[in-house]
């Protein structure tokens, strides 16, 4: 197959060697408004490179998206005119209307649009849904979801992020519906600056928290940050009726324990999102490519993109608001 990717920043370099690195890529083709960053990428991996243009009129078999955020939703349409299957890094939009229309064009036209939300192909992520779908994990009571970065984004990025819910924990809010098999119907949500003062000038937060109710009942809490001193830490642990489990906790989780006798740490913590899911990034996009070739189903659609958005929008109301928000409010 003949892919183009559009992106060629840390997350798109990573993407570009994996897709060099696959069997079925026979030609990588690598866009970048920089040129002379996606020229860079392409001689590192052995693939070409074009304009942004270039790579979408190129006549490829699909397209992978790692641009920047606030370019996904033009490029998704750009690469739908052309009639190619995308992948695409979350969100589709910041904007909720935005992703609504997207969404739209996508199931109208039942095109291919698989979003990156790599966390479902983590082995640990994947091992707890099958604990709870074979109801090992019997009676689903309650979830507990982390996630906390090694350091805060640089200042150009905060503003055009969409805010803590929708940028650092649209993840967790993906992974929690796709665990519980259900939608969030509630949202109370609450945020402070407790040390990177750049984020109030944003109108953001760098620590924030939310309680989640969802259709059936299942209660979820959401905890995080914008820095960790230890490294990049992600866990969620799922309580039922028949076992208790976590994900994300293993030899490298940043994290102490300061019980007597507690073992020490075995490895170096993760120091970032890369190193903490290298396997699942390159499983998501040889799912991708499978689905391109018509041997899979997209297991990661447009309207699961929306559906995290909403409940990430939901606890921004709440947030600010300071009252609990249905999800009924939010289109």
């Known amino acids: 197959m003949n892919i183009g990717l559009l992106g060629a920043g840390r997350i798109g370099a990573f993407h570009a060697r994996t897709l060099a690195e696959h069997p079925d890529v026979d030609v990588l083709l690598i866009g970048d408004v920089d040129a002379a960053r996606a020229a860079t990428v392409a001689e590192e991996v052995g693939g070409q490179h074009a304009t942004v243009e270039g790579v979408i009129g190129a006549g490829l078999d699909a397209a992978v998206i790692a641009a920047a955020t606030t370019e996904h939703a033009a490029l998704i349409g750009s690469c739908l005119d052309a009639g190619l299957p995308v992948f695409c890094e979350k969100p589709i939009a910041i904007d909720r209307e935005e992703t609504v229309a997207v ?73 929690l519906r796709w665990l519980t098999g259900t939608e969030a119907e509630e949202v109370y949500a609450q945020g402070s600056v407790r040390e990177f003062d750049v984020f109030e000038k944003y109108d953001d937060v760098d620590t924030a928290a939310a309680l989640i109710r969802m259709a059936d009942g299942v209660v979820a809490v959401l905890t995080g940050g914008r820095q960790d001193p230890w490294g990049y830490d992600v866990r969620t642990e799922i309580f039922g009726s028949g076992d208790s489990v976590s994900v994300g906790l293993d030899s490298r989780t940043p994290l102490r324990s300061v019980e007597p006798g507690a073992l020490p740490w075995e490895g170096q913590p993760y120091p970032d999102f890369l190193a903490r899911f290298a396997d699942a990034y390159r499983a998501e996009l040889g799912h991708f490519l499978e689905v391109v070739q018509g041997r899979a189903e997209n297991p990661c659609t447009a309207r699961d993109a929306l559906e995290a958005l909403r409940t990430a929008v939901a606890a921004d109301l709440s947030m600010r608001e300071g009252r609990p928000v249905k999800l009924s409010e939010v289109g």
Request: glycine content about 8%; cysteine-free.
């Open 103 to 175: 969404v739209d064009r996508v199931e109208a036209s039942e095109s291919v649009l698989q979003m990156g939300f790599q966390r479902r192909f983590d082995a640990g992520y994947k091992e707890a849904k099958r604990l709870i779908d074979d109801h090992t994990i019997g009676t689903l009571y309650s979830l507990r979801l982390a996630t906390h970065d090694p350091s805060p984004p640089h200042e150009g990025y905060i503003p055009q992020s969409g805010g803590i819910f929708k940028d650092l924990f649209i993840h967790d809010l993906d992974i």
